[in-house]
């Protein structure tokens, strides 16, 4: 039987400075005067269309990602988040990141955002090295990164990620643990460090930047770094996440562990639980229901993602124009569906959890999980992996995590 879980808040804020050649995020240009209220306009009558979905439910995190939220006033994130906080219900010490550009922070704007209800930012440093910077298109320096972080640390957000990359274009070894270095030093709760990917529909996947790493050096670059963050006191806990303890981040968790999120805004992408009995309202455009005590066919697992262009939005917000796609998740998907985020966590899962989360039995992914221990890539916690009710990725795992995910795709499910 499906139950419920945790459910967190996503809001896309669109706009950015400039586009990263290696960015495949729904992120646009900014052009002249931003529209800030008229967009949180459209974001509060976005999440009143999705409320019927989640009425009654508590939230327990609310990320603000990008493009560059931080080009928003804390006025419109509070605004934003007053309203929101007035249609659900927001658990105590909720967890709200914002998403920040090193290179829009000023003096005085952190205080705004912790007034408004901002209590973890998440930056967006990528590197300490200049030269590597100026090849990944940012707009900052080194020397700004530093000074940012400071300002919000002297603001009193005591919740801060650095995100680095490596594997960056003509970046060394020594360069990669120079990054780690200068971040450890400015004492971050978490650190989120990943390789760098050249994406499809990007500038970085139309013309390759030269000196990019090797597979080899670039595993190298993971191992050194994965030391050193470990021998500074950041537990490793995803494939790319580092916190220091009671630092993890709540919201990726929820996501990573197969919660609910609700997603607003211009390309936003939102998972909800529908157990049967609670039925998905109208379209928005007819008279929006809630939960109701009719038994529905059986147990939903809903996707939903808004369209992407921020004027199209803005025009659509409220209606059902403004979703691109509803799509139900099929019980014979749900196996991949799970792992492709449980299997990034050194914690692994419960086959209880797997259960709940799903609407599926245990048996179900009894095949592909002797396969992924076979292959040595996943672990059963005891001697008995008949009785084990957790399991856990490797260190090869965690490595080949693609392969072992692979392992759960439809076409290999057995029910």
């Not at 780690?180 to 709760?189: E, K, Y």
């Not at 997603?263 to 936003?268: K, N, P, Y």
Request: hydrophobic residues 40%.
């Amino acid at each position: 039987m499906l139950s419920l879980p945790p459910l967190s808040l996503y809001v896309h804020l669109p706009w950015c400075v400039r586009k990263c050649p290696y960015c495949d995020f729904n992120s646009h240009e900014g052009r002249g005067p931003l529209p800030f209220e008229a967009y949180v306009d459209a974001l509060i009558a976005d999440l009143d269309a999705d409320l019927p979905l989640v009425w009654g439910r508590t939230i327990h995190s609310v990320f603000f990602g990008g493009g560059t939220p931080s080009l928003f006033p804390a006025a419109a994130i509070d605004r934003f988040l007053q309203a929101a906080s007035a249609r659900l219900r927001f658990a105590p010490g909720c967890e709200i990141t914002l998403e920040t550009n090193p290179g829009t922070a000023e003096h005085g704007r952190f205080e705004d955002y912790l007034r408004a209800g901002v209590n973890r930012v998440s930056f967006g440093v990528q590197s300490f090295d200049d030269g590597c910077l100026r090849r990944l298109g940012r707009i900052h320096d080194a020397g700004q990164a530093e000074a940012a972080i400071k300002l919000a640390q002297d603001a009193g957000i005591e919740r801060l990620n650095l995100d680095l990359m490596y594997a960056l274009p003509e970046q060394t070894l020594a360069m990669a643990e120079a990054d780690i270095a200068r971040a450890v030093a400015l004492a971050p709760g978490h650190i989120s460090h990943y390789q760098l990917t050249l994406e499809p529909n990007t500038l970085f996947a139309a013309r390759p930047p030269a000196g990019v790493p090797d597979e080899d050096l670039a595993w190298d670059m993971q191992e050194t770094c994965q030391q050193a963050l470990a021998e500074a006191g950041y537990a490793q806990y995803e494939i790319s996440a580092y916190a220091r303890p009671g630092q993890p981040c709540a919201h990726n968790l929820n996501y990573w562990r197969f919660g609910d999120y609700l997603g607003v805004g211009a390309g936003a992408h939102g998972k909800i639980s529908l157990p049967a009995g609670r039925l998905p309202p109208a379209p928005a455009d007819e008279a929006a229901r809630g939960p109701t005590d009719s038994a529905a066919p059986a147990d939903r697992i809903l996707r939903r993602s808004k369209i992407k262009h921020p004027t199209a939005f803005l025009a659509a917000a409220g209606r059902a124009a403004a979703i691109a796609e509803d799509r139900d998740i099929p019980p014979e998907q749900r196996p991949f569906e799970f792992m492709l985020n449980a299997l990034r966590l050194t914690e692994g899962f419960d086959l209880g959890h797997f259960e709940a989360r799903t609407g599926l039995p245990r048996a179900a992914i009894a095949a592909p999980l002797a396969e992924a221990q076979r292959q040595g890539w996943l672990a059963p916690e005891g001697a008995d992996a008949a009785t084990a009710d957790r399991w856990r990725p490797t260190e090869a795992g965690l490595r080949f995590a693609n392969d072992a995910i692979g392992l759960f795709l439809e076409d290999r499910f057995r029910r």
